[in-house]
Each structure stands twice: as C-alpha cells, then as structure tokens.
C-alpha cells in the first residue's frame, strides 16, 4: 500500500492499480490545482485562459 | 440498502453487480470495490488500516465540503421574457410572458455588488446569464462583460435562436462559457420540446451555433431529459460528437412546475438510455481521440473518486443553492437558486436595497441550506446519501415538501452503482474532461 506521502501521482497514471485481476481498488483523488471557477456551468475546468484581442 | 449492510466502523458492504462488491463508509465516500472471485471473508489488514488512517481526515473534508464551501456564481437571469415554449421549463408562463428585463443601470449595480462581495476573494466568481432567455438583452450582456471580465468569468445559457456569428466570436474572444439547450438530435422532435410557437424550434439555429463555436472548449450541450426524448440520447451523442461539442449535460426534467410531471422518463428507462448514451461517448472517446463527456455522470463519477473536486451542485447536500451560488432575478430578487423563481417565500431580498450577505444570511437561504440528507426519513440510512444528495429541493417543495427523497430515487441509485463499475472497469479517464483530470492527483492509492 502507498499513501500519497510516498507517491504524487497525476493524470498520466489515474487508472487504477494495474494488475490482472485486482483484488481491491481504492483510490482517492484531489483537484491540485483549484479551478479558477467552481461551477456547474463552466463543468469540470475553466475554459482555458488563450486571449485573443477583442 | 440500509443498515443491515453495516459491516464495521462505519463501512457498509454494498453489491454492485456479479463481479464486483463494495465497501462504502457514506459519511466521507471512503470505498473499495472488491472482486468477488478473490474476496474471502475479510478484509485485508493493509486495507483496513488504510481505512483507519484516513477516516478522520476524510470525514473532515466532506464535512467540510457540504457545510463551509463558500459562494463562488452567481447566476443572474437579465430578463425573465424568453422566445420558447418549453414544456417542462419550471418559470411561471405568466412570467415568461410579462416579465421583467433588467435595465442598464440595475445590471451595472448588480454587478458592482457581486464585486464588492467577493472583494477579498482570491478567486475569481462566476456570473452566469441564465434563464429565460438572456439573448434577448445582448447587447446589455455583451456590454456588462466587456466593463468587468477582468472582475469575473462569465458564461451564457441560450437556446440560440438570437445568435449571430458575431455573437459567438466574441463570447470566444472572451473565453466565455457557453451553454446551448437542445433535446433531441433530430429536428421535429427536438423542435416539439423546444418549440418557438409556430410548428418552430430551436433546432435549426442550435445546430448552426454549433458550427460556428467549432469545437471551442468552453461550449456544452445542455439537454432535459424528459419521456419524449429519453430513447435518443445515443443518437444525440453521436450527433453531437460528430459537431465536435465535448460537454454533454443529460438532466432529468426537474418537477417543479406541475405541468412537468406528466413528462417524466420512467427512472429505469432513463437509466437505460443514459448508460448507453456513456458507453457510447467513451467508445467515441477513445476511439478518436476527440474527448465527449456526459456531465451530470461525470459528476457522479467525481462524488465517488473526489468528492470535493464535483462542479455540479444539485447532487450534493445541502445542494449548492444559496451556499455555493444564488440567482439573482430580473427585478433583483436574490433566490437561492433559479428553481425558485416561482416561490416568493424563499427571496432573500431585493439587491438594490440589500447585498449579497444579507441574502446569504436570510431565513429564506437558511431553510435551504438546512435541508439535509439527514432529515429525510428514505435517505438517512441510505449509503449513498452523500453521493446522490437527494435533489431537488425545488422541485419537492412544489411537489408538498422538500423533505422527502429524490423523485428519480431509484433512477440515482442505478447510476450510482453505474458508476461504480466503470471505476472497476478502468475507465475513469474517458469520463472526466481531460482537463479536469490533468489538476488531480491521488490522496490515496491503494495498490
């Protein structure tokens, strides 16, 4: 068992535990970086901040 | 599912399906899913000591994350007139018809308000133009978001039908978030839930929208579910795939409005339906390379995985109606939520002479933020009382009272289990946006 104290992982290995046939698959995940705005609209991510001149 | 499941320590076994079995603690949404072919009579001693060290902690952060999150939208409806006729839609028609439109000067002050509320704020609010139909004002919106984007984030809701390209390269411009309502993905039907009078819909100008925002990350797709369209919200998938929309929002009609009842999906039909519609959008997924994912399951999939990073706040309770965000009206009633435009008792004030905080503190915002999953007989022994949240409370306080359970119950529990074996199955990743996914990482891994 690792805790997150002994692995920081990110997206690149979200998946579960890979193993053939896992026994259990627990797991707990939290936003890093907070989303600028929280909200039900705007789901899952700000849109992303590339300006362009109005 | 009650608490004969119990096992120990606050955990409960649930069955999920014929693989797959679960330990679920539903006060802090710590789990396991075990596979049955494997699983003896115990559990793991790492398992459980994992379980024990971070117990507390977690208890705390839902605690934490239903009763100390703060207002981070508001909503604000600029006119209450809209162009459609939708069947379901839970404004009065009397007020869709003769409601109020904001004047320059109220916006403007409205807006000034917001600011001044969140003036310490280090992040910044939302506003979100909303309901009726907020096109109908334009250039009052677009005029409101040039004088203070640098103060917010803004998004729209509309049904299209006043959109012009130019529209849509500003709202780009300005990475506005944008929400385009549409019901089905062929015309007659659509344009039947989401008619303009006449034998016309909304289908033709959603479509075109569509078109012009190109694939832009800020767009979704926001569709009511109701009986009439519930068997095509595969096809709509597809469609929508193909118009490169990554963002699909597949809502139950909420029943507020008593005209809406007749129009609900059969939960166990709905459930089908929407299953499929995700299964298809992850196989489209991953078979292109181009992400479309189902909202309201994706936020469900957040509730079980990581709780505090959920966007929506209808499945959460109390909901984030008066807490996490509020509605502010034509005439500048502030109401927890915009599902109460038609319930004068839950106003917490007019913000022209009041504020923010003094709706946050009103009796009104109080009665709703009280509502709680566990006052609600059906729910507080249920294990998936703080992954569903029982919505809407809206919706039940016009059906006679908002402390009873969810009208789709059951249809919540199907997708809560649903959800349950796509984590089993590996397929968390195709069913968060791709950007949401790169800002987490894990608390904790069990492996």
Redesign the interface.
């Given at each position: 068992m690792r805790t997150s104290k002994e692995v920081k992982r990110t997206h690149k290995d979200m998946h579960a535990p890979k193993k053939e046939t896992p026994h259990i698959i627990a797991y707990r995940m939290k936003c890093a970086r907070t989303a600028n705005g929280l909200t039900h609209f705007v789901m899952y991510g700000d849109v992303p901040k590339q300006q362009m001149p109005l | 599912m009650n608490r004969s499941n119990k096992r120990n320590q606050g955990t409960y076994l649930v069955d999920i399906d014929p693989a797959w079995k679960l330990v679920l603690d539903p006060e802090n949404i710590?789990?396991?899913?075990?596979?049955k072919?494997?699983?003896g009579a115990y559990?793991?001693a790492?398992?459980l000591?994992?379980y024990e060290?971070?117990k507390k902690q977690?208890d705390r952060q839902l605690a934490d994350f239903r009763f100390t999150t703060e207002l981070?939208?508001v909503y604000i409806d600029p006119t209450d007139r809209c162009n459609a006729h939708c069947p379901y839609c839970y404004i009065p028609q009397e007020i869709r018809k003769h409601g109020t439109q904001m004047s320059a000067g109220l916006l403007d002050e409205v807006l000034r308000k917001i600011k001044a509320y969140f003036k310490d704020s280090r992040?910044?609010?939302?506003i979100?133009f909303h309901a009726a139909e907020p096109f109908l004002v334009k250039e009052l919106l677009f005029d409101a978001i040039?004088k203070y984007r640098t103060s917010f984030?803004f998004?729209i809701?509309t049904n299209a039908t006043l959109l012009e390209k130019k529209d849509v390269d500003?709202m780009?411009?300005?990475?506005?978030?944008v929400?385009i309502s549409l019901d089905a993905p062929a015309k007659a039907l659509n344009n039947h839930l989401r008619s303009t009078g006449n034998g016309n819909g909304n289908y033709d100008a959603a479509m075109q929208a569509l078109d012009w925002f190109d694939g832009y990350?800020?767009l979704?797709v926001i569709t009511t579910v109701t009986r009439h369209n519930v068997t095509v919200l595969e096809e709509l998938v597809r469609v929508l795939h193909a118009k490169k929309v990554s963002?699909l929002?597949l809502n139950p009609v909420r029943l507020t409005m008593k005209s809406a009842v007749s129009l609900k999906p059969d939960d166990t039909l709905f459930a089908d339906n929407l299953i499929r519609a995700v299964e298809t959008a992850m196989d489209l997924t991953e078979k292109t390379g181009r992400q479309i994912?189902v909202?309201n399951v994706?936020?469900t999939i957040?509730a079980i995985?990581?709780p505090?990073?959920r966007?929506?706040?209808?499945d959460i309770s109390p909901c984030?109606a008066g807490r996490?965000?509020l509605t502010v009206t034509a005439n500048g009633d502030m109401l927890p939520c915009g599902e109460f435009i038609g319930f004068k008792e839950f106003s917490g004030g007019n913000i022209s002479a009041s504020s923010i905080g003094h709706a946050l503190h009103s009796d009104a915002f109080k009665r709703v933020r009280e509502r709680t999953v566990e006052m609600i007989d059906d729910c507080k022994t249920c294990v998936f009382r703080n992954i569903c949240g029982a919505p809407c409370p809206a919706e039940l306080h016009a059906r006679g009272d908002m402390y009873q359970k969810a009208r789709s119950c059951e249809f919540y529990k199907t997708m809560i289990r649903y959800a349950f074996q796509l984590?089993?199955r590996?397929k968390?990743?195709y069913l968060?946006?791709?950007?949401?996914?790169?800002?987490?990482?894990?608390?904790?891994?069990?492996?």
């Open positions: - | 710590f789990w396991g899913l075990l596979n072919d494997d699983q559990l793991p790492d398992f000591h994992l060290q971070q977690l981070n939208s992040k910044k609010p939302v979100i040039r984030l998004g809701q500003f780009k411009a300005v990475r506005a978030g929400g990350e800020g979704s963002s929002l994912v909202g994706a936020n957040l995985v990581a505090a990073a966007r929506m706040m209808c984030g996490t965000f984590i089993a590996d968390v990743q968060l946006r791709s950007d949401a996914v790169r800002r987490m990482e894990y608390e904790y891994l069990y492996a």
